[in-house]
Structures are given as C-alpha cells and as structure tokens.
C-alpha cells in the first residue's frame, strides 16, 4: 500500500482508536519514569539537622525511656540507608542523662535527615511523613531500630550556647552515708563532654529533722526511739548550661532555678531530694 498522507492519517486514528488505553498507560509510565529520574539525577535534595529524644514518638505520652543496654546501640557517624541505598539520616550526635533513680537514660540525639519540602516554608516531610517539632519520628539503623521526639530543627548546624555556672544543692535531711559518698571531683560525661563536676561539699548535724520510719519527727519520738541522725548537706558543683533568655538549661530539658528540686548525677552519686539554693 502506497503511503500518502491520507492513509498515514487513516493509519494512526485507526490506532487511537483501537489502542488508545494502551498509549495513555505507556504515556503514564513514561511520565512516572521521567518524574523519577529528575528526583534522582535533578532536583536539589534538601537537608535539614534534628534534634530528637529517643522516646515512643509522642511528646504528650509518658512512655518508658531507654535501658542503659540500648545506649552503645547509637553511635556517632551510624547512617540508616534509603530503600535504594541512599542514605537517609546520620547520626551526628548522642548525649545521655540518667532518669531519676530507675536504671533509664534520657537519650538525645542530632542527626542530619535528607527531607523533602521547602527551606523557605520550613515544611518538610521525613520517609513521607510530616517532620516538625513534636512530631514522632522512626529510625531503622543498622543494629538498632527506634522511634522518638522531634525537639528542634535547623537548615543549619545547632549551635547552643553553653555557658559553666556554680550550682549549690542542700538537702536538709541528709545521711551521714549520703555525705560521706559524695565525692570532690567526681563528674558526670554525657557521652559527648564532661558536664558536672564536684567542687565542694559541709554538713552540719541537724537533730531537729529525723524520722523512726513511722511519720514522727523530732529529737526524740512519741514512741521512746531515737531516729538516725540527719545532716544538712550543701553541695557545689560546676555545671555546663545551656544559657537561654529565661533561664539556665541543664542537658537538653532541665530547667535549673532556685528552690527547685533537681535530677542530678555523677559518675558515683546521685543527688536525691536535693534542691538548688543559688546559681552564680
């Protein structure tokens, strides 16, 4: 058949006809594959520094924080990879703060995310989901996979300012076995740097404040027993803040202010029931 324009014409509205649900599935996987390879090879990746605490995900939650097994697990320089090898997040940072008295660490992270979304907005999306402050975020590192709370978020590197403050502690009704444990120079490492060290510690006998262990105080108790005598105990430490416009912050959440009972540990003692006196 001799091709003229008319049939060539004839020839592909025939084919449209016939064929057209096949053109658009093709046109739609050629435009997929097209978007596909510009995220690849073209557009500009972002990426944004988080600041996360390790954590169930949810701010408003009182969820159980992390064993002291789990800390060696996160490492600096640990990088979770994308599902075509790319990597996604990098751990450039991990600091640590023991939880009260149960054997529970407050871990916090820094890690540099690759993100979609928009610089000048401040809107970005992690592994499809929304990344913001207060958002729950999941990791899936090699050797450890976890969940946690996004507390901050930069386009650049953070750069808190850390400041070395003298923080006195009392507790005035202290053990003798309390006083004698706690020791000048011990300190407390983050992980990262030393942040508390013991400058100083004085007692002073306090026979006024004691307890027999059945709610009664005072010298002598109603029922003839002598309670264990307690101690005023003052304690001065070097502490390492983070100097903030209203207060100082010790590791990434504790607020320090005078008359305020504080969470403190060294590397051999940890202040139970001590409340700040002075910051200076």
Request: charged share 20%; proline share 5%.
């Given at each position: ?83 075509v ?9 991990v ?8 054997s529970?660490?407050?871990?916090y ?6 993100v979609?979304g ?22 899936a590192f ?28 009392v507790?005035?009704s ?20 030393t942040v508390?060290?013991v ?13 027999d262990?059945l ?9 003839g ?8 105990i ?8 983070q ?23 060294t590397?051999n ?11 200076e």
């Open positions: 058949m001799k091709l003229t324009k008319k049939n060539i014409g004839k020839t592909f509205k025939s084919t449209l006809q016939n064929y057209w649900f096949i053109l658009i599935f093709v046109a739609c996987v050629g435009f997929v594959g097209i978007v596909s390879l510009y995220k690849l090879f073209v557009k500009r990746e972002n990426f944004v520094y988080a600041k996360v605490k390790v954590s169930q995900g949810l701010w408003w939650a009182s969820t159980q924080r992390a064993p002291v097994w789990f800390i060696p697990a996160l490492k600096k320089g640990l990088v979770e990879n994308s599902l090898g790319q990597p996604s997040a990098r751990i450039t940072k600091t640590y703060y023991p939880y009260y008295t149960a529970q660490y407050d871990i992270l820094v890690l540099r995310l690759r979609t928009n610089q000048k907005t401040g809107t970005y999306n992690y592994n499809r989901s929304a990344l913001a402050v207060g958002s729950p975020i999941e990791f090699p050797g450890a996979e976890f969940s946690g709370t996004v507390l901050a978020l930069s386009a650049r590197p953070f750069k808190p300012q850390f400041v070395w403050k003298t923080i006195t502690l507790k005035p202290g053990y003798q076995w309390e006083y004698d444990a706690i020791k000048v120079g011990d300190k407390y490492h983050n992980g990262e740097q508390l060290e400058l100083d510690k004085s007692t002073v006998a306090n026979p006024l404040y004691g307890s262990g709610g009664t105080y005072g010298e002598r108790s109603v029922f027993l002598y309670p264990e005598p307690r101690q005023f003052t304690v001065r430490l070097k502490a390492k803040v100097n903030t416009k209203q207060n100082y912050v010790f590791g990434e959440e504790q607020e320090l202010r005078v008359g305020k009972p504080v969470n403190l540990s590397n003692f940890y202040f139970q029931d001590f409340q700040v006196m002075s910051i």
